[in-house]
């Protein structure tokens, strides 16, 4: 009878503790899906990330060549695929691409949403990685070699950032260093690289510094235009 009741007793024990891990585990998950979800909402740069995160598993472990064959950007086939121009941002080769394109983004991204709001960041991202994906095609000596990858909309939000916050510190290498000077070096990185063999688009990535100036210099403007506007209005109303 005594060995029956501990039997039971076990049993009980091991059932509320099977109950109390699910739970946990539910929670737990509950938990970092919700995080994600309000971090998408809040951030584009995180949406992009999380977007950019399941594209490299669905491509890179799952669905492979035929995943990159229908999104990926190839110059010849660019008008019989007109979505890859931006679908073609989401796809990485490898994790090192992905890891440094999303890290970058992480940080320089976000502090552009703060800088500029959501709505133009979104625009600042997607025009960059648009006009570096026909700068690309415009200049690349074979029209069949194909391109992926978010480089040349990130360096669009890096020199956004840049003309709207030139002394901001910024880290090269573990480097310390002005952003205008870190961009200033990816730049004539890039243009020396020009016509080399490293499978690196170096001329999406100059078109979308260019586009990302363009910008910046555009918003700057704009918000000095609002500022001196307000600041007149003031002085008016007394």
Known sequence: TGNNINKDTDD?????FRAT????????ATG????????????PSM?????????????????GVRYFDLFKLTPAFMLAQPWTIVTHMFLHVDFGHLFFNMLVLFFFGRELENR?????????YFVSGVVAAIGYSLTV???YSSVVGASGA??????TLTVLAPDLRVYVYFIPMQIKYALLLFALLDFALIGSNDMVAHTAHLSGILVGLFIGFRIKSNMR???NSAHNSYYRRW
Do not use: E, T
């Not at 992009?48 to 799952?62: D, E, K």
């Open 12 to 16: 009980i024990f091991k059932d509320m």
């Open 21 to 28: 891990a699910r739970k946990a585990a539910k929670g737990v």
């Open 32 to 43: 970092i899906w919700g995080s994600i979800m309000s971090s998408m909402k809040n951030s």
């Open 47 to 63: 949406a992009i990330i999380y977007i950019c995160l399941v594209s490299f598993f669905v491509g890179n472990i799952f669905l």
């Open 116 to 124: 500029i709001g959501n709505s133009r960041f979104l625009g600042v």
């Open 141 to 143: 000596s074979n029209p």
């Open 154 to 159: 990130i360096l669009g939000v890096f020199a």
């Open 225 to 227: 235009k609002y500022n």
